[in-house]
């Protein structure tokens, strides 16, 4: 029996989650991040914790680690810089991307400068047939020449994204070795090992920004695992992935794309928890932090998957957790520009200097300093002690905006909430038009740091009947973090038609992803435990140019069941498309296999439920709506199992506050949720 962590890292706060084994309770923290020093906010957090709960470092049983360190590396434009080798004729990939405009309703937008500049795109005499077979192997006079083009033009590592590399990968790897065998200091990346997809694009595009954080990734953790071995931690950290499972971080060294996007994918998989234990089948995760506000859809617990999220303005194709965020954060900086509008983000006072209401040196307001001056934020200490509120430089933060408006500074706060709020509507009323389905079929469940503050809010403009809130919001990010389970995608082109003759080819392939996936559980993660497999395909009418994900059945493949196989296309694509042609042939471009190995999960008790109307603590002024309340204000821990009260409500925390808006009634569930429902205040 030991302590089980889970970390996050935000662009604000660090947060941590501590799981007793023995007594199965829960311990959470937050510390302020360091991007100065990554890093040296885990090392801190373990100090507090230690100091904080008595838990030695020794008593570390399971540790898993989620960090920006790479998705950072991107967006700063920090990553090594690269140089990427093509097959001739083709230096443009990156160049010419899928010719789409950023804003299709700003014609003038701009598609962001290629990741690797065209003077560092490097064609190689080389060519590969879409069939797998050699037209031309690599030339090692033209290598040789990339390689001294490379170098002289300050190149710090190499990406290889040779045509058609996905079907047979073989050039790529002999020009590596042809590389590593001139200059076996300088790292070498192969598109084909990164994400053998079938889209030249795609691929390279995915292969360079592996490549870009690849180094960085590596060293971070290296340091990390050091600092921790240092401290007398003695298991080695799993790495939070962006596809909502972790890894080891001897993987994370030579796989650190696959954490680009690992805070938002944990804080889906702990969204998903929290419904499930809730009772809510339906639910729209909203995470807000420091930075940007992230919004996932959760089908009884579970969140979709998907291919092309953005890192930064980069699309990468590995699949994960879809998430999609929004530039609108309990940091993100809010002024009047030149035509006297009011703008809110995407920039942020992140930790240094944060908001003005921090005391740290920040002067521009934020969402979090308009909640200070409304009167939200302020009852109780926030980031467990790390931050206070001064209420005073809030509103002085405040005062500019509400002069270019013409307001006073608590219309200003106002105004600045509710345009985050109408920014989140607006994005989130277009994620659900591209599912088909209305929000007020859905309950919001609000965490993160601000998340709780805006939530209701968000929740009564879609008209969302309940507003969930976790027992531990402000770190639920570090609690998927100790949910997740050790988890990895394999993939294969095949091209093959969904006929009876091309049953046997399928499931060769099947088998062989199969064995691969078994292998990685089993040698590269060390889990002799429960394994869960899933199988889908990437499959399209003959003569459509791009796929849909159909789930299959493993029977279906060893069985040869073709017509059933068809059958589950046709009622995917008419689930999303809203037609279907059973006539028409179908055709299977991918198979994917997702291997799950089950780790030990935290178990929360249910507690018995005393129904009660606890007294509030005082009575605290809340602007609202152009007037003046006067809100109960609640300690959360105050709140038991079956407690009741109505809005309007301020409820304080170690980790978050929450605002319960007039028109809202709260209870606590038998797991400490808060279950706010909108016409009951």
Sequence with gaps: ??????????????????????SQALATLKVLSRPDAPGEEVLHGLQEIERRFGMAPTEVSYFTHGSTVGVNAIIQGKGAKLALLVTEGFRDVLELARLKIPDPYHLFSRRPAPLVPRDRVIGVRERMNPDGSTDTAPDEDSLRDALAIAEARGAEAIVIAFLHAYANPAHERQARAFLNGLRPDLPVFCSAEVWPIVREYERSITACIHGAVQPRVAHYITRLEQALAARGVPVAPMITKSNGGVMTAAAGKTRGIEMLLSGTAAGAIGAGFVARQAGFPRVMSLDVGGTSADVALLRDGMPDF??????????????????????AGGGSIAGVDALGVLRVGPDSAGSVPGPACYGRGGVQATITDAFAVKGVLGAGE???GAVRIHRDAAVAALEGIGEALGRDGAAAAEAVIALAVANMYREVSRLFSQVGEEPSGYALLAFGGAGPMLGCLLAEELGMAAVIVPRTPGVLAALGGLLADLRSDFLRVVFLDVAAAAMPALAEAYDGLLTEARAWLRDSQGHRGEALVTVTADMRYRGQSYEIEVPLEPEWIAGGAHARMAEAFHARHAEIYGHADAKADVHLVALRVVIAGVTPK??????GLVDSQPAPEALVAVTHGGGLLQASL????????????????????????????????????????????????
Excluded: H, K
């Design 1 to 22: 029996m030991g302590y089980r962590i889970g970390v996050d890292i935000g662009g604000t706060f660090t947060d941590f989650c501590v799981f007793d084994e023995a």
């Design 306 to 327: 998907r291919a092309g999220e953005l890192v930064g303005q980069y699309p990468v194709y590995l699949p994960t957790v879809s998430v999609s965020s929004i530039g």
């Design 382 to 384: 926030l980031g467990y």
């Design 602 to 607: 935290p178990a929360l008790p249910a507690a």
């Design 634 to 681: 609640f300690r959360r821990d105050a709140l038991p199992p079956g407690a009741r009260f109505a809005g309007p409500a301020v409820v304080v925390q170690d980790d978050t506050t929450s605002w319960v808006p007039p028109g809202f009634a709260g209870s606590v569930d038998a797991y400490g949720n808060l279950i706010l429902r909108r016409g009951e205040g």
